[in-house]
């Protein structure tokens, strides 16, 4: 049975993939230092599996103590690498804290597993900024960053590319991610937002349950059909079932040892879709009120997902109103749960 060490596993999306590494046979290592996450998280995981996974928590920023950790976990076969900081807002605010810590782990995990690896990378649409055309292929240029948080990503990107260009025992692919929201079926694990959510899922359901005001539309004057911003959603099950499909083609033959894919729907859904999309499957009513735009949002950016049909076999199975469903059963597993 191979062994996956997956850093941030202790995440949102980490969480997920932990579970669906589980229902593929898999032995999972976590390590995650808690920054943006929660340890009760490895007991939902163990509720759900009834597995728990072996943790190590430790700072990946610390290289020795990565050494130190690769060196007593040689059986481990592949790696998927969610740990970072991803507050695009707090980014600009403090951009050396997102450039060392972003950098630093994934050079650190790099270094310490130069043997024969397969790595999986969590990366972001955001690398594209706003597409000139949609949907937005893996070939598309990589836009200047928005924000540190965006560049960091494009940063590791390019390490990941220079260090399989020069290394054919490492095999990478990365995932560009598109917007995951929703939460596994049975509500016990979900995203857990520090502070005031600054995405628009885990607000409408905190304004629903009663824990967050009115939800502020951030413009409805773009060119879109019904003027407000158009994303492309995908049910976080569905994302963590990618990175199992990339961890098996990663076994396969490759047409290089580093691989980009778009991991979305192909579908783009506005701001008021969403939030409509919201109302009629939970019947939860929403209050909500036109703002103005958001400073360093696009207009729009939806994936060409082709390429993970074709060559990981993975397509998105789950749609938005599931999605909205199972945020809102989170939110309220939450409510009378509370971490
Ligand atoms: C979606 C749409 C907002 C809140 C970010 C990161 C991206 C990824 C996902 C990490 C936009 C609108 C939002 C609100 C609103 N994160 N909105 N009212 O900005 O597309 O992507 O999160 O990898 O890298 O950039 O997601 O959920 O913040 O916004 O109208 O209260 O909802 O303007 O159009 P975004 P989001």
């Known amino acids: 049975m191979e062994k996956i060490l997956v850093t941030g596993g ?7 993939t932990v579970v669906e590494l ?16 929660d340890p009760k998280i490895l007991t939902q995981i163990e509720k759900i599996t009834a597995k728990r996974p072996e943790l190590v928590q430790l700072d990946l920023c610390n290289e020795a103590a ?29 951009p050396l804290k997102y450039y060392r810590n972003n950098l630093f782990s994934l050079v650190n995990i790099l270094n ?29 240029p990589v836009q200047s960053a928005e924000s540190p948080y965006g560049n960091t990503k494009q940063i590791s990107e390019e390490i990941l590319r220079d260090s399989c260009a020069v290394n054919p025992l490492l095999k990478v692919i990365t995932l560009r991610y598109f917007n995951p929201v929703g939460a596994h ?10 502070g005031v959510p600054q995405n628009l899922v885990p607000f409408i359901t905190q304004s629903a349950i009663g ?9 409805d004057d773009y060119r879109t059909p019904d003027g407000s911003a158009i994303r492309d959603y995908i049910h976080v099950v569905d994302l963590a079932k990618a990175h199992v499909a990339a961890l098996k083609k990663l076994d396969s033959e490759m047409a290089s040892n580093y691989e980009i894919f778009n991991i979305g729907t192909g579908k783009g859904s ?3 879709e969403i939030i409509h999309a919201f109302e009629n499957s939970t019947g939860q009513k929403l209050n ?5 735009r958001r400073e360093g949002d696009v207009e729009q950016v939806y994936g060409d997902v082709s390429k993970a049909a074709r060559e990981l076999g993975w397509k998105a199975a789950l749609g938005v109103d599931e999605m909205m469903r199972s945020a809102w059963k989170w939110e309220k597993y939450l409510k009378a749960n509370p971490f």
Do not use: M, W
């Open 288 to 292: 909500y009120v036109i703002g103005p």
């Open 22 to 37: 589980y229902n593929a046979g898999y032995e999972v290592v976590i390590i995650d230092d808690f920054s943006n996450s």
């Open 211 to 219: 824990k967050r005001g009115q939800i502020t539309v951030f413009g």
């Open 112 to 140: 310490a597993f130069n043997h024969h690896i397969k790595l999986v990378f969590s990366s972001s649409c955001t690398v594209y900024g706003q597409p000139t055309e949609l949907p937005v292929t893996e070939a598309a």
């Open 270 to 272: 506005s701001v008021l």
């Open 185 to 194: 079926s049975s509500a016990l694990i979900g995203e857990l937002p520090i």
């Open 66 to 94: 990565v050494q130190a950790f690769a060196a007593d976990h040689r059986d481990i076969t592949g790696i998927i690498h969610f740990a970072a900081f991803k507050a695009v807002g707090e980014s600009v605010q403090q």
């Open 10 to 16: 202790a995440g949102y999306i980490g969480s997920h």
